[in-house]
């Protein structure tokens, strides 16, 4: 019982250390790189245990907590590879960045909001705004006009409630989409 709890002990303060030492790289990323860690040493000491292997060994193959994290946040920034025996990063955490994030946040509530200002105008001024498709139905065009582009029109039945729950639906989904990167950023 002591000597689990020595050991218990010995793996937090390691942990701690290193930890601390990767705070110069993204809290989410650090956070995964401890966790990985840690069930590395734990993994290590059940496959050891057989052989009385301590838990000074294993740590010892590790590194110092500066050296380790120095290891991962090269491996982070520059591509190095990963300390031996250690899985490397997933790449959808390495290559998630901030201007991902904010691109989708732009585009899907730039989209979402197009689309709902497109069924407000054509509420608003119905006569004068439209969707009309072309005579050929290779092209549709969209804009405030009394010009009928020699074309059929969508009829605003459609292009009001179509637009409407387009758009709210664009918004929710980027909602979501950002929820879920923001643990990313």
Known sequence: M????????????????LEIYLSRIN??????????????????????EDNHDTTEVVLGRLGTPQELASVYIEHINIGVAPPKGLKPMTK??????????????????SLGLSLIATALAKLIVPSKFGVWIAEHGNSIIVSF??????????????????????????????KRLTQLLKVFV
Request: glycine residues 4%.
């Open 145 to 174: 006009s009394n010009n009928s582009y020699h074309s059929k029109e969508i009829p605003a039945i459609w292009l009001v409630p179509i637009s409407l729950l387009a758009g709210l639906v664009t918004l929710y989904l980027t």
């Open 92 to 109: 959808i955490t390495m290559e998630m960045s901030k201007s991902f994030y904010y691109l989708i946040f732009v585009l899907g509530g």
């Open 2 to 17: 002591e000597r689990a709890m020595a050991r218990n002990e010995l793996i937090h303060t390691y942990l701690s250390e």
């Open 27 to 48: 809290k989410v990323q650090a956070q995964e790189i401890v966790k990985e860690i840690e069930s590395h040493i734990y993994d290590s000491l059940m496959m050891e």
